[in-house]
């Protein structure tokens, strides 16, 4: 396979769950990041726990945790992997509204733990905004990224840019 060929598609391009089972097993990290962006008001909400339906952030790492835990249920070509740690975190500026997320993922297996990552800080930003939006419809959510990787064959990937915490 050549670098920048699509993994999922075959010669005849159909597409197919990538076969790992050759590959060897190594320690996997990935760190994704998101941002949801709100009124400065609704921001302060949900840090005083002001918010009607209950606390949002311990809700929403909750939900990413579980949501990254069934990732391969959700991505239809994704493995289902044994994940052995799950970490999401928050960073609130009620200031200027927006609160940025941080999801980490590790596994020991044969494929990485990219998709995981991602799904939780989506899934945590999700749950963030069904918990607000009756005071907030207008919440965005974005800059969902994949910030950081390590482990298997391509090894190490570090997004250019990025500081090491939120």
């Not at 941002?35 to 209950?54: F, N, Q, W, Y």
Request: proline share 2%.
């Amino acid at each position: 396979m050549k670098k920048n060929e699509l993994t999922h598609v075959d010669s005849e391009g159909r597409i197919h769950m990538v076969d790992v089972s050759s590959k060897d097993e190594t320690e996997r990290i990935a760190v994704a990041r998101g941002r949801i962006t709100m009124s400065p008001s609704t921001c302060k909400m949900i840090v005083e726990g002001k918010v009607a339906k209950g606390n949002v952030l311990t809700t929403a790492q909750i939900a990413g945790i579980m949501a990254a835990k069934r990732t391969g249920e959700l991505v239809p070509l994704c493995h289902p992997i044994p994940l052995t740690d799950v970490e999401v975190r928050f960073s609130v500026h009620a200031d200027t509204g927006t609160i940025d997320i941080e999801a980490t993922a590790k596994c020991v297996g044969r494929t990485g733990v990219e998709m995981e990552a991602l799904t939780a800080v989506s899934v945590a930003a999700l749950t963030i905004y069904d918990m607000a939006k009756a005071v907030e419809r207008t919440m965005v959510i974005g800059r969902i990224r994949l910030v950081r990787k390590s482990g298997g064959k391509s090894g190490t990937f570090v997004r250019e840019g990025e500081e090491d915490d939120i």
